[in-house]
C-alpha cells in the first residue's frame, strides 16, 4: 500500500464528484429531507415523549447507511462499465490502495453528509439527544459503514442496476430487524441471533443508547463493532475486486 497513490485515487474521486450536482444532492440534501419529512409527520402527535425523539436517532443510523450505499456501489460499478476502473488497474496500483482510495473520499463526503444531517435534526429540528458529538461521530461511522459495503458490493455486481439489486439483499433485512420496528429483545430466538451479526443493529443500539442517557463506553463498544466491519468490508472488497471488466 502507497498512501501517495491511495490520496491520488481519493481525489480523483472528489474531483469526478464534485461535477455531479445530482450526487451531491442525493448525498447532502437527501438525509435532511427524510429527516424534516420525520419531525413533520410526529409534530403534532401527543406524548411525554416525542416520537421525532424516540425514532430520530436511529433512522439517523439508517439513512446515511443506506444513502452512501447506494452512491458508492452505483458510483463504483459506473467506473467499472466505462473501464476507468480496468485502466487504473492496469496501472503500478494495488487493489488496496484503490479501495482505500475510494474509502477515503466517499468516507470524507460521508463525514460531511452526517455533520450536516445532525446539525439539522439536533439544531433546526430540536431533535433532543444526550450527547449531540457521539450522535454525531456514530452518524459518520453508519455512513462509513454504508460506503465499505457498497465497495464491497461492487466487486460482485457487473451493472449498476445489479449494484441496486444488492439492497434488498443485504440492506433491507438488516433494517427489520435492527431493532426499529420491533426491540430486538423482544425477536424470535433466530432473527435475534441473525440480528447479533448484523453491523446495523450495533448502529441504531448506540443511537437509541444516546436518547436514554448512556454512557459513552456504552456507546462504545457498539462504535468499535460499526468501525471493525467497515474495515474488514473494506479488505474483502480489495481482496476480491477483479482486474478485469466482465
Same mark, same amino acid.
Given at each position: 500500500?502507497?498512501?501517495?497513490?491511495?490520496?491520488?485515487?481519493?481525489?480523483?474521486?472528489?474531483?469526478?464528484?464534485?461535477?455531479?450536482?445530482?450526487?451531491?444532492?442525493?448525498?447532502?440534501?437527501?438525509?435532511?429531507?427524510?429527516?424534516?419529512?420525520?419531525?413533520?409527520?410526529?409534530?403534532?402527535?401527543?406524548?411525554?415523549?416525542?416520537?421525532?425523539?424516540?425514532?430520530?436517532?436511529?433512522?439517523?443510523a439508517i439513512f446515511p447507511f443506506v444513502v452512501m450505499f447506494l452512491v458508492t456501489s452505483v458510483t463504483t460499478l459506473r467506473e467499472r462499465s466505462s473501464g476507468t476502473l480496468e485502466r487504473l488497474l492496469a496501472?503500478?496500483?494495488?487493489?488496496?490502495?484503490?479501495?482505500?482510495?475510494?474509502?477515503?473520499?466517499? @468516507?470524507?463526503?460521508?463525514?460531511?453528509?452526517? &455533520? #450536516?444531517?445532525? /446539525? =439539522?435534526?439536533?439544531?433546526? %429540528? !430540536?431533535?433532543?439527544?444526550?450527547?449531540?458529538?457521539?450522535?454525531?461521530?456514530?452518524?459518520?461511522?453508519?455512513?462509513?459503514?454504508?460506503?465499505?459495503?457498497?465497495?464491497?458490493?461492487?466487486?460482485?455486481?457487473?451493472?449498476?442496476?445489479?449494484?441496486?439489486?444488492?439492497?434488498?439483499?443485504?440492506?433491507?433485512?438488516?433494517?427489520?430487524?435492527?431493532?426499529?420496528?420491533?426491540?430486538r429483545a423482544q425477536l424470535p430466538g433466530v432473527l435475534h441471533a441473525i440480528s447479533d451479526v448484523l453491523p446495523l443493529s450495533y448502529a441504531v443500539d448506540a443511537m437509541r443508547h444516546l436518547t436514554v442517557g448512556?454512557?459513552?463506553? @456504552?456507546?462504545?463498544?457498539?462504535?468499535?463493532? &460499526? #468501525?471493525?466491519? /467497515? =474495515?474488514?468490508?473494506?479488505? %474483502? !472488497?480489495?481482496?476480491?475486486?477483479?482486474?478485469?471488466?466482465?
Amino acid at each position: 500500500m502507497r498512501p501517495a497513490r491511495t490520496l491520488a485515487v481519493a481525489v480523483r474521486v472528489l474531483q469526478q464528484v464534485r461535477r455531479d450536482p445530482r450526487t451531491l444532492a442525493m448525498l447532502v440534501v437527501v438525509p435532511c429531507v427524510l429527516m424534516a419529512l420525520l419531525w413533520w409527520m410526529y409534530r403534532d402527535v401527543p406524548g411525554p415523549v416525542s416520537p421525532f425523539d424516540r425514532s430520530g436517532p436511529a433512522l439517523l443510523a439508517i439513512f446515511p447507511f443506506v444513502v452512501m450505499f447506494l452512491v458508492t456501489s452505483v458510483t463504483t460499478l459506473r467506473e467499472r462499465s466505462s473501464g476507468t476502473l480496468e485502466r487504473l488497474l492496469a496501472m503500478p496500483l494495488g487493489r488496496l490502495d484503490l479501495l482505500l482510495g475510494y474509502g477515503l473520499a466517499f @468516507g470524507l463526503l460521508a463525514a460531511i453528509q452526517s &455533520v #450536516v444531517a445532525v /446539525a =439539522v435534526s439536533v439544531w433546526l %429540528l !430540536g431533535m433532543h439527544v444526550h450527547s449531540a458529538w457521539l450522535l454525531l461521530l456514530m452518524a459518520v461511522a453508519d455512513a462509513v459503514l454504508g460506503t465499505s459495503l457498497g465497495l464491497f458490493v461492487s466487486a460482485f455486481a457487473h451493472t449498476e442496476f445489479q449494484a441496486v439489486q444488492f439492497m434488498p439483499a443485504l440492506v433491507v433485512p438488516q433494517i427489520l430487524v435492527c431493532g426499529l420496528f420491533v426491540p430486538r429483545a423482544q425477536l424470535p430466538g433466530v432473527l435475534h441471533a441473525i440480528s447479533d451479526v448484523l453491523p446495523l443493529s450495533y448502529a441504531v443500539d448506540a443511537m437509541r443508547h444516546l436518547t436514554v442517557g448512556a454512557t459513552s463506553t @456504552g456507546v462504545a463498544g457498539d462504535l468499535g463493532v &460499526v #468501525v471493525g466491519y /467497515a =474495515v474488514a468490508l473494506l479488505v %474483502l !472488497g480489495a481482496a476480491t475486486l477483479r482486474r478485469r471488466t466482465p
